[in-house]
C-alpha cells in the first residue's frame, strides 16, 4: 500500500487482494481435509462470498485506474461489495465456532468409548456395536460372531511383578491382536484383563479359525519387563449368532463366557465354543481345518 499511496485505486487493490490471499488459503485448507461438517460449509460459503466481493472491489478499482469511471455506478456497486465482505467475516467465524464445537464433541465421544490405556473401544463402543450387528441378524439374518478372551493368570502377574507389568501386559496384547483381527472387527477391552471381539458377518468355523490364530499368535510373542522376557497366552470363548443357531434362547455373550470358562477349567491356553473345546498343545498340532471336521 505504500508503494501506491498516491492512488486510492492501488491501494483498494492491494487491499483487497491481500485480504482474498489468506481466505483463498484457508478455502484450500477446508476443501483439502476429509469432512468439515456443517459449521465447515457455513465457513466455506461465507469465505467465497468474501472473495467475491473483494474481486468485484478489484475489478471495480482497476476500471477506475483506467479511466473507466462512473463514480455514482462505482460507489453504488461497491458498497454492495464491502456488505458482501463484512457479512462473510462475520458468517465465516460462526462456521468455524460451529466446526470446534463439532470437534470437541468428537473428542469427548471418543474419550468416552475409548480405553485410555490400550487406545481400544471400551465397553460402551462394543456393546453399542454389538447392538447394531444383532439388529442386523433381526432384520436380515446376517450372522455374527463375538469372542470373550482373558489374559491367562494376569493376576498372578500383577501380585509377583506389580500393576505396572499388568499394565505392560494388557498394552502388548491389544497391540498383538489388533495386528490379527479384520478391519471390520472391533477387538475392545471390556474389563480389567477381560477383552472382547466383535466379527460382524462371520460363521462359526471362520470364528473358531481366528481364535486358533489369535491363541497361537499370542502364544509365540512375549515381551520384555525389567530385563526379563514374560510369555503370554490367553483363553478365548467363542460363540455365534446364525440361522442355523440351536442356543438361541440364550445370549450370545453368555455363550461366548460359559465357553470361556470351559477353556479355563480344561488348562487355559486355547479356544472353545459350547460344544469344542482346543488348548495347550492341541492348538499347535491341531491342522487349520481340523476343527472344521468336528
Not at 501506491?4 to 492501488?10: K, P, V
Not at 497361537?216 to 522376557?229: M, P, T, V
Request: proline content about 2%; aromatic content about 10%.
Amino acid at each position: 500500500m505504500s508503494l501506491f499511496h498516491w492512488s486510492w485505486q492501488g491501494r483498494n487493490v492491494v487491499y483487497a487482494v491481500g485480504q482474498s490471499i489468506p481466505m483463498a488459503m484457508t478455502v484450500a485448507c477446508l476443501l483439502g481435509q476429509r469432512r468439515i461438517g456443517l459449521g465447515g460449509k457455513i465457513a466455506l460459503s461465507a469465505i467465497l462470498l468474501g472473495i467475491a466481493g473483494h474481486a468485484i472491489e478489484t475489478i471495480l478499482n482497476l476500471a477506475a485506474w483506467a479511466g473507466y469511471y462512473d463514480q455514482e455506478l462505482y460507489f453504488a456497486v461497491e458498497s454492495y461489495a464491502l456488505v458482501c465482505v463484512i457479512y462473510s467475516g462475520v458468517v465465516w467465524h460462526f462456521g468455524f465456532i460451529v466446526m470446534a464445537v463439532n470437534r470437541l464433541h468428537g473428542d469427548v465421544l471418543k474419550v468416552a468409548q475409548t480405553d485410555e490405556l490400550t487406545n481400544l473401544p471400551n465397553r460402551r463402543h462394543f456393546m453399542g456395536r454389538l447392538a447394531q450387528v444383532e439388529r442386523e441378524f433381526s432384520e436380515v439374518g446376517k450372522p455374527y460372531s463375538v469372542m470373550m478372551i482373558d489374559i491367562d493368570r494376569f493376576k498372578q502377574w500383577n501380585d509377583q511383578y506389580g500393576h505396572a507389568v499388568g499394565d505392560q501386559a494388557l498394552t502388548h496384547f491389544a497391540d498383538v491382536a489388533s495386528s490379527a483381527v479384520r478391519g471390520r472387527d472391533v477387538l475392545a477391552r471390556t474389563g480389567g484383563d477381560e477383552f472382547s471381539l466383535l466379527m460382524p458377518g462371520t460363521e462359526e468355523a471362520e470364528a473358531m479359525e481366528l481364535a486358533h490364530e489369535l491363541v497361537a499368535l499370542i502364544r509365540r510373542s512375549s515381551f520384555e519387563y525389567d530385563g526379563q522376557h514374560l510369555d503370554m497366552s490367553v483363553s478365548i470363548g467363542v460363540a455365534t449368532r446364525a440361522a442355523s443357531d440351536v442356543r438361541a434362547d440364550i445370549d450370545v455373550l453368555a455363550r461366548a463366557d460359559m465357553a470361556l470358562y470351559k477353556v479355563k477349567q480344561a488348562g487355559r491356553d486355547g479356544y472353545a465354543t459350547l460344544t469344542t473345546t482346543v488348548v495347550g498343545r492341541e492348538v499347535a498340532a491341531l491342522r487349520p481345518d481340523d476343527w472344521v471336521l468336528q
